[in-house]
């Protein structure tokens, strides 16, 4: 379909941007008029003090402008899925969100559609692709940015480079087939878990250079709550989706019949052979590491083309564990350290183990290729 007959909605989420809001309606009205686009913008408020609602709901009188007060339930998750459920509503063909501040270029509109019209399922503004640069961040906020980007794309093995821009078009489809009942991320984070269920649904992504310019005018929402949120919310999404998935359970057994393996060696060693126990305990930990690489890689993973060699991919086991059991040791003594009854803190300590255990051999010694 060309894109001049395509029905655009373009969703602003808006909290005291009314140094902005009047500048960004105009520019990307007249984006749409000299491109002959069909579109609607779709501003979504959250009580602005600041009139930020008020100001759009003047510009919507002689603008191709919707505004959407909210009162309940704030924040940029929320008024992201409230706009996309209006859009959906109104029957718009593909859903572009972008900020409030100029920090992402309207010019790129058009852009995307094009992109749209090749093929592509959803289309990110990326400022780490060549190319792409972002404009007035200072080191620090550079080490962050990149800090927390790359923790998510490990954590949730996210392919896309830039899983933090807001700058997106989607097609009506993607909306259409995402859980978004799943997401429960309401701050920045929710742009994570969108994409994490994007990717898993194999839906195609391109990604498009922009240059992304801190904000001139008005405050970053960013807290440093949100920060902690976002952390929270990336182990909590991985978690979910390993619980509910069947190479995990695989993995999990494969695991206690290495407990087995390492209690009846100990046993044997220590008690039989009367081997010292710290040569026995190390002896009986390595028989059970052996026998799990063993079961994981004929049986869990049996399915992974890597491109590693056997022995390579032992190494690579190895060291995961010896992480898995370094950050269950950690926080057994972190919780008792707290008055966590002790067997309590082990526990939490295994479970955190066992996922980072997955995780790295799931993401590195079986890794596909």
């Known amino acids: 379909m060309d894109k001049k007959r395509r029905k655009l909605a373009v969703i602003i989420p808006t909290y005291n941007e009314k140094d902005n809001i009047s500048k960004l309606i105009i520019k990307i009205s007249e984006i749409f008029r000299n491109n002959r686009i069909n579109a609607k913008i779709i501003i979504v408020d959250d009580d602005s003090p600041d009139g930020t609602g008020e100001i759009a709901d003047k510009f919507a009188k002689a603008y ?15 008024s992201i899925r409230e706009g996309v459920n209006y859009a959906v509503k109104i029957d718009s063909d593909v ?7 100029f920090s992402h270029n309207p010019a790129e509109i058009p852009k995307m559609l094009s992109k749209i019209e090749e ?11 060549a190319g792409g640069k972002i404009v007035g961040w200072n080191l620090w906020r550079h080490f962050c940015s990149s800090g927390a980007m790359n923790f998510s794309r490990f954590v949730l093995g996210l392919k896309t480079l830039d899983v933090t821009s807001g700058f997106r078009a989607y097609k009506k489809e993607v909306i259409e087939k995402i859980p978004f009942y799943k997401i429960k991320s309401n701050g920045y984070s929710f742009l994570e878990e969108l994409l994490f269920y994007i990717e898993k649904s194999k839906f ?10 801190d904000r ?13 949120n976002f952390f929270i919310n990336m182990i909590r999404i991985k978690s979910a989706s390993v619980l509910e998935s069947k190479t995990f359970f695989k993995f999990l057994i494969v695991g206690l019949i290495g407990i087995l393996i390492n209690t009846f060696s100990l046993l044997i060693f220590k008690s039989f052979l009367a081997i010292p126990l710290m040569i026995s ?11 799990n690489f063993s079961f994981n890689n004929l049986w869990t993973f049996s399915d992974r083309n890597t491109g590693f060699g056997i022995f390579n991919k032992f190494f690579r086991y190895h060291l995961s564990v010896l992480i898995g059991i370094t950050i269950n040791y950690l926080l057994l003594l972190l919780l008792s350290s707290y ?8 526990i939490i300590g295994i479970f955190f183990g066992t996922i980072c255990n997955y995780l790295l051999s799931s993401r590195w010694a079986w890794r596909e290729k």
């Open 95 to 101: 859903i572009i969100t972008l900020d409030s501040d």
């Open 204 to 213: 195609k992504i391109a990604e498009i250079p922009i240059v992304f310019v």
């Open 339 to 346: 008055g966590l009854y002790y067997l309590i803190s082990n």
């Open 119 to 129: 093929g592509v399922d959803v289309v990110i503004g990326s400022r780490r692709v």
């Open 281 to 291: 305990g190390l002896l009986a930990i390595e028989l059970s590491v052996i026998s």
């Open 216 to 228: 001139k005018k008005g405050k970053s929402k960013l807290s440093k709550k949100e920060i902690i």
């Open 64 to 78: 191709p402008v919707v505004v959407l007060h909210r009162k309940k339930d704030r924040g940029y998750g929320n």
